[in-house]
């Protein structure tokens, strides 16, 4: 039976992170309408292959932590030692995906420990597991933590060691945009601009520099400040915030990441 919740977990983080790659347009990030326009047909399609990839990873974490019961030093150990397998696997797969996996995975073994936790608990809980440093981590310092030390960018690690604010805010305006009787698309697309406002993306910063990055939070903050993408001045800024990060080749691919991670959150059961 366990078997079966662990599995179920990982199939709905997966799911989170396929929904989070259908949505279009998402400003600089790959979605549909790379299947016949802008880069090649190959692209989108094997980021959806590889996200499959996932699955038996994020059920490994899920069983690891349900085996140890508690958000403790050894089950941050596991699961750093269970993504870096996936991240190899996904690699294999077509690659992508790395900052998704880092956040579902943590979330995925939050889920596991406490079947019966809400979406922040859920995140409290996932703050928890990652205050634990992993030993087990090469010594290395990715470019991520480099980019961090420089600029003082919280990052991925500081992301989920601070419970994961922007996928709590992302959760704060699925709610508020579903209420407002916008559609489930324009919802996500307005939480993804929620992230993309405030985050600071450090593949962004390793990119462009800290002025590239104010660029694109301001142009999330326009779409937003226009009424979201369920208005019409909404959505002609939308258009126009896409085809300029596509212009200028710059990608944000942290706030994707955690919408995936809004996402599988808001798939769980309401408790």
Same mark, same amino acid.
């Given at each position: 039976m366990q078997s079966r919740e662990d599995e179920a977990l990982a199939r709905a983080a997966v799911d989170a992170l396929t929904g989070q790659l259908a949505l279009a347009?998402?400003?600089g990030l790959p979605d549909p309408r790379d299947l016949a !326009? $802008?880069?090649t047909r190959v692209d989108h399609v094997a980021l959806r292959w590889s996200a499959k990839a996932l699955t038996p990873g994020l059920a490994a974490m899920a069983a690891a932590a349900r085996r140890t019961g508690e958000p403790t030093p050894v089950l941050r150990a596991e699961l750093g030692a269970i993504g870096r397998c996936t991240e190899h696997s996904v690699a294999l797969a077509g690659g992508g995906h790395r900052g998704a996996l880092w956040a579902l995975g943590l979330l995925v073994a939050a889920a596991a420990l406490d079947p019966h936790a809400g979406a922040k608990d859920v995140a409290a809980t996932a703050k928890r597991i990652a205050a634990h440093p992993d030993r087990r981590a090469p010594r290395k310092a990715s470019r991520g933590s480099s980019i961090?030390?420089?600029?003082?960018? !919280? %990052? *991925?690690r500081g992301e989920a060691k601070a419970g994961f604010p922007h996928v709590r805010r992302a959760l704060d305006t699925l709610a508020t945009t579903r209420a407002t009787g916008a559609t489930e698309?324009? *919802?996500r697309l307005d939480a993804l601009l929620t992230v993309m406002s405030t985050l600071q993306d450090t593949e962004l910063l390793h990119a462009v520099g800290p002025l590239g990055l104010r660029h694109v939070q301001a142009g999330a903050r326009?779409?937003?400040?226009a009424g979201g993408t369920a208005t019409p001045a909404g959505a002609e800024a939308l258009i126009a @915030?896409?085809?300029?990060?596509?212009? $200028?080749?710059?990608?944000? $691919? %942290?706030? !994707?990441?955690?919408?995936?991670? *809004?996402? @599988?959150?808001?798939?769980?059961?309401?408790?």
């Amino acid at each position: 039976m366990q078997s079966r919740e662990d599995e179920a977990l990982a199939r709905a983080a997966v799911d989170a992170l396929t929904g989070q790659l259908a949505l279009a347009p998402k400003p600089g990030l790959p979605d549909p309408r790379d299947l016949a !326009a $802008r880069t090649t047909r190959v692209d989108h399609v094997a980021l959806r292959w590889s996200a499959k990839a996932l699955t038996p990873g994020l059920a490994a974490m899920a069983a690891a932590a349900r085996r140890t019961g508690e958000p403790t030093p050894v089950l941050r150990a596991e699961l750093g030692a269970i993504g870096r397998c996936t991240e190899h696997s996904v690699a294999l797969a077509g690659g992508g995906h790395r900052g998704a996996l880092w956040a579902l995975g943590l979330l995925v073994a939050a889920a596991a420990l406490d079947p019966h936790a809400g979406a922040k608990d859920v995140a409290a809980t996932a703050k928890r597991i990652a205050a634990h440093p992993d030993r087990r981590a090469p010594r290395k310092a990715s470019r991520g933590s480099s980019i961090s030390a420089k600029y003082g960018a !919280a %990052g *991925a690690r500081g992301e989920a060691k601070a419970g994961f604010p922007h996928v709590r805010r992302a959760l704060d305006t699925l709610a508020t945009t579903r209420a407002t009787g916008a559609t489930e698309t324009q *919802a996500r697309l307005d939480a993804l601009l929620t992230v993309m406002s405030t985050l600071q993306d450090t593949e962004l910063l390793h990119a462009v520099g800290p002025l590239g990055l104010r660029h694109v939070q301001a142009g999330a903050r326009g779409v937003l400040e226009a009424g979201g993408t369920a208005t019409p001045a909404g959505a002609e800024a939308l258009i126009a @915030f896409d085809n300029d990060l596509h212009t $200028r080749a710059w990608s944000p $691919r %942290g706030s !994707a990441g955690l919408l995936a991670g *809004a996402l @599988f959150l808001d798939s769980l059961p309401v408790k």
